[in-house]
């Protein structure tokens, strides 16, 4: 009986203890804004260029979904994005971290209430390529309204990064290039370079909510 008991306590800590870990960590905008050291050097200064795996400009990422910037963090962490200098930073991170930077970012520069306008029409071609790839049942309204807190944003981000973005689901490219997102590969690889380059620059010709707030010391 005493055996039993003990077996019982045991399981029922086992899963309380469970539970309690399975909570979501909570981030803290106040303290993420002590964490950006290693951020603002590239996300920091408007139009600044990464030149790997090939040159493009840094994405914005203030005003992005906190949800998103937490997946793209634990995504590098793990491996299923390859970008070295990004993975080299998520390593370093702890899930407190991460939640404290995805919320400063998703707060950094947050415009006011505005009201939305409507998207520019697309060509024929690019209209065709969007409903191809169903792009809008995920990235939702004016692509800037996700059906998912864990997709991004992304009217209005540089053209030349989506295109890099894209390019890199279409499959394994090494030990240093790639994302792993069954989604995404899926659709990437139903277009030509050329197809995601055009619906790259329609997407980043769109007005959106992204912006890169300059740090003073950048200024």
Do not use: W
């Not at 950006?36 to 992005?64: D, E, L, R």
């Not at 004016?142 to 890099?164: E, M, R």
């Amino acid at each position: 009986m005493n055996k039993t008991l003990t077996t019982l306590l045991g399981l029922s800590v086992a899963c309380a203890t469970g539970l309690l870990g399975a909570q979501e960590i909570k981030g803290d905008a106040k303290a993420g804004a002590g964490k950006i050291a290693m951020c603002i050097g590239c996300h920091g200064i408007p139009g600044y260029q990464a030149t790997f795996p090939q040159v493009h400009k840094v994405p914005m990422i203030s005003g992005q979904g906190g949800r998103y910037i937490e997946s793209a963090l634990q995504a590098y962490k793990k491996g299923e994005r390859k970008h070295p200098t990004m993975r080299g930073i998520a390593d370093t991170l702890t899930e407190q971290d991460i939640a404290d930077l995805a919320a400063y970012y998703a707060e950094h520069g947050k415009p006011g209430e505005l009201q939305p306008r409507p998207a520019r029409e697309p060509d024929a071609q690019v209209a065709q390529l969007l409903q191809k790839g169903a792009c809008v049942s995920c990235h939702g309204e004016n692509f800037s309204k996700p059906i998912d807190p864990s997709y991004p944003k992304i009217a209005g981000q540089y053209a030349d990064y989506l295109f890099v973005a894209l390019k890199s689901y279409k499959g394994d490219q090494g030990a240093y290039v790639g994302r792993s997102n069954g989604v995404m590969a899926g659709i990437a690889k139903q277009f030509t370079n050329a197809e995601l380059k055009a619906l790259a620059a329609y997407v980043g010709s769109l007005d959106g909510s992204l912006q890169v707030v300059p740090e003073r010391r950048f200024r």
